[in-house]
């Protein structure tokens, strides 16, 4: 499994972005996740959709703010990221979740992208 995102840039608050996934191997009956990290920080839970695309879950501070969506003829996976704040500053990170159910935790995921930098400026 690989998986490379992309999209990332720098914009000014209340822009959008939007992040692709683009997968080759398993990835289709798999959840798929976004995550961040900011420097010095550890890396925080974004987003999570399954395979169905159906079931998405959110961290509560994206929440209304941010859409995960899934293109299985493309195998790649999104994150449209609206209302961009300065704290949404961050390398994001998709990845392939272990199981079933959809993780928040970094533990969670078996397959990482090399991640894509976001930088809002305020």
């Known amino acids: 499994v690989q998986l490379q995102a992309s999209g990332g840039g720098l914009v000014h608050a209340g822009d959008s972005l939007r992040l692709s996934c683009a997968a080759s191997g398993r990835t289709s009956r798999y959840v798929m996740g976004w995550f961040r990290q900011g420097p010095g920080e550890e890396r925080e839970f974004v987003a999570a959709?399954?395979?169905?695309?159906?079931?998405?879950y959110y961290a509560d501070s994206v929440k209304g703010r941010f859409t995960i969506s899934r293109d299985y003829a493309k195998n790649t996976v999104y994150l449209q990221m609206n209302s961009l704040k300065a704290d949404d500053t961050a390398t994001y990170y998709c990845a392939r979740g272990r199981g079933g159910w959809l993780g928040t935790r970094p533990a969670e995921y078996d397959f990482w992208g090399q991640g894509t930098l976001v930088t809002v400026s305020s």
């Open positions: 959709i399954k395979w169905g695309g159906d079931n998405t």
